[in-house]
């Protein structure tokens, strides 16, 4: 009875004791299932919690304007790129480029002029006499009726020696007329003297410090002459801009006034450059 009893209670005891690992991976396996079965109802809801958070981006994103063909998007303040845009980039009314391209080549001519001009003072600046010097003179000939007419319609220049021009007209009867209208002509120590009936003799020193001054003073005035132009055929330019109900503040006028500094540049730098190559400085 005894022993009975011993082998009775012991069996259950055996049972349990012989088995821990089953009910081990029992447990594990309870928990990994939960585990797994957990995370993947957080990762089905994360995909519905996006899905609907794109969603109301979708909905409270506002809709993008068209130009063009293209999307503009906005900055700051309802900003969007057009209004980013320089004045030049922006569109120009076509009455208005077409007065811009008038003007512009009204610049150009002055530009061009003033180089020509620059280039006659440098020759004598530098002591290089050529039949150039006396290009701006203006003759009032014999039977022309008071109308102009150029130096070379009515007369031969060369140079003699290195340092002389000579003028020979066609006519004896223009000789005074364009030895007066060399005085006229205002160049510096430019002073004709008469050898017979039809030449002139303009003997032409060398320059000094003195005289390269007075040249660069010269195109200095030129400069500034030159400037008067080109901003005069910006106020063409704006007052034909103007009468297509463009104001201050358009882009037809920030082009205008971007092309007039432009040509306005280009003169200043001439100026500078001839400055360097006569060797004048202002120290």
Not at 102 to 130: I, P, Q, Y
Not at 168 to 189: C, Q, R, S
Not at 194 to 215: G, H, V
Not at 267 to 274: C, D, G, H, R
Request: glycine share 6%.
């Amino acid at each position: 009875m005894l022993h009975l009893a011993r082998t009775a209670v012991a069996r259950p005891c055996r049972q349990i004791v012989t088995h821990p690992s089953l009910a081990t991976r029992r447990i594990q396996g309870t928990v990994t299932s939960t585990f797994h079965t957990s995370a993947a109802l957080q990762k089905h809801q994360g995909k519905k919690t996006g899905k609907a958070k794109g969603k109301q981006n979708d909905e409270a994103a506002p809709a993008e304007e068209i130009e063009d063909g293209e999307p503009k998007r906005k900055g700051k303040k309802g900003m969007t790129t057009a209004d980013l845009l320089p004045a030049s980039a922006s569109k120009l009314l076509p009455e208005a480029r077409l007065e811009f391209d008038k003007a512009e080549k009204k610049m150009s001519s002055c530009l061009d002029w003033f180089k020509k001009e620059l280039s006659v003072l440098e020759n004598r600046a530098v002591g290089r006499v050529t039949p150039a010097i006396l290009d701006g003179v203006k003759v009032e000939a014999h039977h022309s009726d008071g109308a102009l007419v150029k130096l070379q319609e009515v007369a031969t220049v060369g140079v003699k020696e290195g340092t002389i021009l000579m003028v020979t007209v066609f006519d004896e009867h223009n000789l005074k007329h364009v030895e007066k209208a060399i005085y006229a002509a205002k160049i510096p120590n430019c002073t004709p003297q008469k050898i017979d009936s039809r030449t002139l003799r303009i003997p032409m020193p060398r320059p000094t410090l003195e005289s390269i001054a007075a040249f660069v003073k010269t195109a200095s005035t030129l400069t500034e002459e030159t400037k008067v132009k080109i901003r005069s055929a910006r106020e063409g330019a704006v007052k034909v801009v103007s009468k297509l109900g463009c104001d201050k503040k358009s882009p037809e006028m920030a082009e205008i006034q971007k092309i007039t500094e432009k040509w306005s540049a280009e003169a200043e730098v001439a100026f500078q450059k001839f400055k360097k190559d006569v060797g004048h400085s202002t120290k």
